[in-house]
């Protein structure tokens, strides 16, 4: 089974430490423009673009990407609750057009209660589940071309439609991640990949397991994908310097303020996050080349995968073994480690590689020449 590789866009701010400003990278579009051509040229099939109050707007950023890009993919969030689903749908007919096709789709109902009512939305969790099973609803007719009329508990259409279709027929697919019984079951009924985070082996079975039944009673399949963060060297050794680096800067009193932030969550995913670790730093190897340092002080996608190329390799084919074709990584600085990732772990991974740049193929990867009138055989040819 070949996979699907993507990179993350940082638009909430990159460096080279966790949890300070030391070693802060301005992110401006021009940075932006950097890593998404660096994702684009090195083979990754996506980025993922995060959204809430610390990040730019998500479809903002899409758009500005898609003139400096070729073959990337930009999956964007859908926020129900704060977007009419007419309206959203609307928009991502257009962002698909624009792109040429590039557009997928990632339902956000979102995890901080805080930050939803500074959106005007003051549902509860429960709640807010069934309005995005609404929202869904809506947004998924419309798309594929339908007129709908929905008089629904949280959400009312009459008469919704679309003049101009996407590019990607019947409609752009739909991402969704989501660790509640809601959210698995919202899942199994309207989505086409399921995201989870990474935890351990068992614990990602498990969910894998009863979405794939939910979504069997319903008639359906469903596609499986997971968010982690890489550290990747040429060694094991190397690597494991590399994570502990990340976190050298973090003192206790800024893990204590972010975890009690994350604390209100009332996102189930973001509570197992949390638990992998516990506040502490002594016992971070939560399973095999496992992880959860960056969790300390980040909210959301929590671990990362430690090792040389090999074996992170090794790592990223158990998960696979579960039924995962689609792999969102990260790593900071996301410019550089997206070169590392690239050349250390692709190698090792069968990658589906989207289609070649026209006009490339005449660059030949052997490095710097100690004679320019000596050339390997296959760069003389190129």
Same mark, same amino acid.
């Given at each position: 089974?070949?996979?699907?590789?993507?990179?993350?866009?940082?638009?909430?701010?990159?460096?080279?430490?966790?949890?300070?400003?030391?070693?802060?990278?301005?992110?401006?579009?021009?940075?932006?423009?950097?890593?998404?051509?660096?994702?684009?040229?090195?083979?990754?099939?996506?980025?993922?673009?995060?959204?809430?109050?610390?990040?730019?707007?998500?479809?903002?950023?899409?758009?500005?990407?898609?003139?400096?890009?070729?073959?990337?993919?930009?999956?964007?969030?859908?926020?129900?609750?704060?977007?009419?689903?007419?309206?959203?749908?609307?928009?991502?007919?257009?962002?698909?057009?624009?792109?040429?096709?590039?557009?997928?789709?990632?339902?956000?109902?979102?995890?901080?209660?805080?930050?939803?009512?500074?959106?005007?939305?003051?549902?509860?969790?429960?709640?807010?589940?069934?309005?995005?099973?609404?929202?869904?609803?809506?947004?998924?007719?419309?798309?594929?071309?339908?007129?709908?009329?929905?008089?629904?508990?949280?959400?009312?259409?009459?008469?919704?439609?679309?003049?101009?279709?996407?590019?990607?027929?019947?409609?752009?697919?739909?991402?969704?991640?989501?660790?509640?019984?809601?959210?698995?079951?919202?899942?199994?009924?309207?989505?086409?990949?399921?995201?989870?985070?990474?935890?351990?082996?068992?614990?990602?079975?498990?969910?894998?397991?009863?979405?794939?039944?939910?979504?069997?009673?319903?008639?359906?399949?469903?596609?499986?994908?997971?968010?982690?963060?890489?550290?990747?060297?040429?060694?094991?050794?190397?690597?494991?310097?590399?994570?502990?680096?990340?976190?050298?800067?973090?003192?206790?009193?800024?893990?204590?303020?972010?975890?009690?932030?994350?604390?209100?969550?009332?996102?189930?995913?973001?509570?197992?996050?949390?638990?992998?670790?516990?506040?502490?730093?002594?016992?971070?190897?939560?399973? $095999?080349?496992?992880?959860?340092?960056?969790?300390?002080?980040?909210?959301?996608?929590?671990?990362?995968?430690?090792?040389?190329?090999?074996?992170?390799?090794?790592?990223?084919?158990?998960?696979?073994?579960?039924?995962?074709?689609?792999?969102?990584?990260?790593?900071?600085?996301?410019?550089?480690?997206?070169?590392?990732?690239?050349?250390?772990?692709?190698?090792?991974?069968?990658?589906?590689?989207?289609?070649?740049?026209?006009?490339?193929?005449?660059?030949? $990867?052997?490095?710097?020449?100690?004679?320019?009138?000596?050339?390997?055989?296959?760069?003389?040819?190129?």
């Amino acid at each position: 089974m070949s996979l699907d590789i993507f990179w993350f866009l940082p638009t909430h701010g990159d460096g080279h430490y966790l949890g300070t400003a030391e070693g802060a990278r301005a992110v401006d579009h021009g940075y932006l423009t950097q890593v998404a051509q660096a994702a684009d040229r090195l083979g990754f099939g996506g980025v993922l673009i995060p959204t809430g109050r610390s990040c730019e707007d998500s479809w903002l950023v899409a758009a500005s990407l898609i003139p400096v890009t070729q073959k990337l993919k930009f999956l964007v969030a859908l926020r129900p609750g704060i977007i009419s689903p007419t309206v959203a749908a609307r928009q991502a007919a257009t962002l698909d057009r624009l792109s040429g096709g590039r557009a997928l789709f990632n339902l956000v109902t979102g995890g901080d209660p805080d930050e939803l009512a500074g959106d005007g939305l003051h549902l509860s969790h429960s709640e807010r589940y069934e309005a995005s099973v609404e929202f869904t609803r809506i947004w998924r007719r419309v798309l594929e071309g339908e007129t709908v009329d929905y008089d629904g508990k949280h959400i009312q259409v009459k008469g919704a439609k679309l003049l101009y279709p996407p590019l990607q027929q019947p409609r752009p697919p739909l991402y969704f991640g989501g660790s509640s019984d809601a959210a698995q079951d919202l899942a199994a009924e309207q989505v086409e990949l399921y995201l989870t985070w990474g935890e351990p082996l068992d614990a990602v079975r498990e969910k894998i397991e009863a979405v794939r039944a939910k979504a069997a009673a319903q008639g359906r399949t469903v596609r499986f994908g997971i968010r982690l963060h890489v550290i990747v060297r040429e060694t094991n050794e190397e690597a494991w310097k590399a994570a502990d680096r990340l976190i050298a800067n973090l003192d206790d009193a800024t893990i204590e303020k972010a975890q009690a932030a994350f604390a209100r969550f009332d996102s189930v995913g973001q509570q197992r996050m949390a638990a992998l670790h516990g506040g502490r730093r002594d016992n971070l190897e939560i399973a $095999p080349n496992l992880w959860a340092g960056v969790g300390l002080v980040r909210g959301g996608a929590g671990t990362a995968l430690v090792g040389d190329g090999p074996t992170v390799a090794a790592r990223v084919k158990e998960y696979a073994a579960l039924g995962i074709d689609t792999f969102i990584f990260s790593g900071y600085p996301h410019l550089e480690e997206s070169y590392r990732v690239a050349e250390l772990l692709f190698p090792h991974l069968p990658v589906k590689r989207p289609t070649q740049v026209e006009g490339a193929n005449y660059v030949s $990867p052997f490095g710097e020449m100690v004679a320019n009138d000596i050339l390997p055989q296959k760069a003389a040819q190129s």
